[in-house]
């Protein structure tokens, strides 16, 4: 699945499935440290089960220790979900 840009969608078709967030988390002191990578992953497997086939990313936010989330530290990443008639070749 593609991760597009605005300026990427400029004159493409498309529509908005609506907002998607990740969260990677350093949970114990064993696990590796949080990554835009691992909460992309996990966006675009929620993006895939609401049937859209790209990802228009806004932009990802680095956290310290967060007791609600219960986590070390964490990395929260946040997506439009976008449905698009003619995908871009990668």
């Avoid at 907002?19 to 590796?32: G, M, Q, R």
């Avoid at 990554?35 to 929620?46: G, L, Y």
């Avoid at 895939?48 to 086939?53: G, K, L, M, S």
């Avoid at 219960?70 to 990395?75: D, E, I, M, P």
């Amino acid at each position: 699945m593609r991760i597009y840009k605005p300026a990427d969608l400029t004159g493409v078709d498309y529509s908005s499935l609506g907002e998607v967030a990740a969260i990677s988390c350093k949970n114990k002191l064993w696990d590796p440290s949080p990554s835009e990578a691992d909460a992309i992953s996990q966006m675009r497997f929620k993006a895939f089960t609401r049937h859209a086939n790209g990802l228009m990313l806004w932009g990802c936010d680095s956290y310290g220790t967060e007791l609600s989330k219960n986590c070390w530290s964490s990395l929260t990443c946040r997506a439009t979900m976008i449905k698009v008639a003619k995908p871009l070749t990668e």
